[in-house]
T-cell receptor, first 117, second 110 residues
């Protein structure tokens, strides 16, 4: 079936560095993608989303890039802080009744981000 | 405060027992979802409900059941037919910004 996967399972960075987390997806028909942050023992927290009609979207310290040609997503975190340490998931939204189903998500395995002070 | 509340946070089940996990939201969202997360894995969809009194199976529905009698509530029952129920269970409801999750219930079979 369709899947969303991550290239790197772990990423270690120094505080203040920029972090880049990558994700590959296989369903070329997908039109909505989300990045989530999950801290230990907690539910995933929405970070940023992007639709397939965009290549780039910026939030506060975070940027998501979408390359539809190679079906690749990335999450860039600027000036990474120790509080950014968590598991990061990309997710792809499925469809329902011909439209985007925002909760019917296919998740990747996750990347563990560790930020060293 | 508005949000999604899951209870209990930790749950222990004996083999052969059914258990029910609670999920309540006061966000007035129509759609609600249940996901399962195993260690080192992403989330997998168990069941979802787009509207009251209606629900659909997700990717791993076997051994689980749900009900949606009220908009605010979407309880998940883990039945004895679920052979490997130990996992972290997450409930979500949605807006056009994607799914927003509760804090999860960690279920352990003892």
């Amino acid at each position: 079936g369709e899947s969303v996967g991550l290239h790197l399972p772990t990423l270690s960075v120094q505080e203040g560095d920029n972090s880049i987390i990558n994700c590959a997806y296989s369903n070329s028909a997908s039109d909505y993608f989300i990045w989530y942050k999950q801290e230990s023992g907690k539910g995933p927290q929405f970070i940023i989303d992007i639709r397939s009609n965009m290549d780039k979207r910026q939030g506060q310290r975070v940027t998501v890039l979408l390359n539809k040609t190679v079906k690749h997503l990335s999450l860039q975190i600027a000036a990474t802080q120790p509080g950014d340490s968590a598991v990061y998931f990309c997710a792809e939204a499925g469809t329902f009744a011909g439209g985007t189903s925002y909760g019917k998500l296919t998740f990747g395995q996750g990347t563990i981000l560790t930020v060293h002070p | 405060d508005g949000g999604i509340t899951q209870s209990p946070k930790y749950l222990f089940r004996k083999e052969g027992q059914n258990v029910t996990l609670s999920c309540e939201q006061n966000l007035n969202h129509d759609a609600m979802y249940w996901y399962r997360q195993d260690p080192g894995q992403g989330l997998r969809l168990i069941y979802y409900s787009q509207i009251v009194n209606d629900f659909q199976k997700g990717d791993i529905a076997e051994g689980y059941s749900v009900s949606r009698e009220k908009k605010e509530s979407f309880p998940l029952t883990v039945t004895s037919a679920q052979k490997n129920p130990t996992a972290f269970y997450l409930c979500a409801s949605t807006t056009m910004k994607g799914a927003f999750f509760g804090q999860g219930t960690r279920l352990t079979v003892v």
